[in-house]
């Protein structure tokens, strides 16, 4: 019987031998680069191929292969590469310059957007990623209540700055059957991080209210994502959303949505679909349309911190905060997705995780497939995946297997195994990522 790693091994062998010039970008890379590489999420074994255009549903490599593609920069290209429209307003703003140190209107027309479509939005300013959207929404939380301890959910992502850097990916070890453990992501993070910052069960609205009752009067805020990316595009039920929301109303703790991702969803995000609002919600991927962008806004009271004709108590600065490239950019995307455009992308999504549940009962394969709207993913395991835990207890080796595979059939996913549809997804796209998760499915059945 072949073992997963000799499964591995002729997967690697099959993906490498045909990417030659990838294999020596990547050696160049790594000579000037930890890696080769600046971003942790486009690395993978063997090496990772290397980028030579994208147009459409597809990206193709230096080594002439196209790909179809569900990644889509992490969920970031909404309406397709190279979009005409995304890449006519930025052309026509290039020509008038790439940003500016005083305020351009291309700014209003993407607040405005977002204010008008977002529940939770009566006020919202633009910064640079998803990572410092996340950071100053917590920023915020803590100068209106004057506390400093917040609160996060197990294995959940909010961006690479250090307080959200807890509990993000802890071994399973570390876990035990109690409460949520906060462990930190990395050595020399130091202690007041991990003292500062309380874990919460995901989709456990009971072990959640538990602590929250006990600690409450310490935090500042809740940072959750709605659906959770980090264990595949997991919706929180709708019962324990409810429940959050209700508590910290009770408790006087700030909620925070972050929808850096699941914005995606619905026209006015994740809290408009599954009918639940916060006081802050934090933005990213999409609403850049492809290019750097992060964003947080909610109610006015808390939004007027900022307020610089008033004397803002917070201060945020930035050179491109809210460039008009970025701006353009984002309208252009957003101008795109009617609702219309959002009822075909989630309903081929629903289609494609029923098929994709239907291919591995075919091939008698263990798995599962979370998600929501237009977002799926991949699990080989037993049980629901409905939290961290549930996740990391199914079989990360053969997403590893499945990933590879899929590149060498021309499909791109992320590495776990997830991944999106766009404007331009068919139904055709979707059996071709079903015959293809077949192909690979009976190869390392």
């Known amino acids: 019987m072949t073992t997963a790693s000799q499964l591995m091994r002729i997967e690697n062998d099959a993906y490498t031998e045909a990417r030659p010039r990838s294999k020596r970008l990547q050696a160049e890379a790594e000579r000037y680069l930890p890696g080769g590489s600046s971003r942790a999420t486009q690395y993978f074994g063997p090496f990772p191929f290397f980028m030579d255009r994208a147009e459409g549903h597809y990206v193709y490599d230096v080594d002439g292969h196209r790909y179809l593609d569900f990644m889509l920069n992490a969920t970031t290209f909404i309406a397709g590469h190279a979009n005409p429209d995304v890449v006519r307003a930025v052309q026509e703003q290039s020509e008038r310059g790439l940003s500016f140190g005083a305020p ?58 250090e307080y959200v850097s807890v509990s993000v990916s802890p071994p399973m070890d570390l876990l035990g059957p109690g409460d949520p453990p906060a462990v930190p992501e990395w050595p020399g993070q130091p ?52 429940g959050v929301r209700e508590l910290t109303r009770e408790l006087g703790i700030v ?65 491109f905060n809210a460039n008009p490239m970025t701006m353009v950019a984002g309208e252009a995307t957003l101008r795109q997705l009617t609702p219309e455009a959002y009822d075909r992308m989630n309903t081929l999504g629903g289609q494609l995780r029923e098929k994709l549940r239907a291919v591995f009962g075919e091939i008698d394969v263990d798995a599962q497939v979370t998600g929501i ?16 835990r549930s996740m990391m207890r199914g079989d990360q080796e053969m997403k590893d297997l499945l990933f590879v595979g899929l590149l060498n059939e021309g499909v791109m996913l992320t590495s ?5 549809l766009c404007t331009l997804t068919s139904e055709a796209d979707v059996d071709a990522l079903v015959d293809a998760v077949r192909r690979v499915g009976q190869r390392i059945r």
């Open 104 to 161: 351009a209107s291309a700014q209003i027309r993407l607040a405005k957007e977002l204010c008008e479509r977002v529940p939770s939005l009566d006020r919202v300013r633009f910064t640079n990623s998803g990572t410092e959207g996340t950071l100053n929404a917590i920023r915020l939380a803590r100068a209106y209540t004057g506390r400093h301890k917040f609160a996060k959910f197990e294995g959940g992502y909010h961006g690479n700055h």
């Open 416 to 420: 776990k195994c997830a991944g999106a």
């Open 191 to 242: 202690p007041s991080v991990a003292e500062d910052v309380v874990v919460l069960p995901y989709n456990d609205l009971e072990g959640a209210e538990r602590i929250l009752r006990r600690r409450g009067d310490e935090l500042a805020c809740v940072i959750m994502e709605p659906v959770c990316s980090s264990f595949g595009y997991v919706p929180g039920t709708r019962a324990f959303l409810t």
């Open 373 to 388: 709207g237009s977002l799926f993913a991949i699990h080989f395991a037993h049980e629901e995946i409905r939290d961290y």
């Open 255 to 319: 909620l925070v949505f972050d929808e850096v991702q699941s914005f995606r969803i619905s026209r006015g995000g994740a809290q408009e679909y599954l009918g639940v609002v916060p006081d802050i919600t934090t933005f990213g991927k999409i609403v850049g349309g492809g290019l750097p962008v992060g964003a947080w806004g909610g109610r006015a009271d808390l939004m007027a911190l900022y307020d610089p004709a008033t004397g803002p108590v917070v201060s945020h600065a930035g050179t």
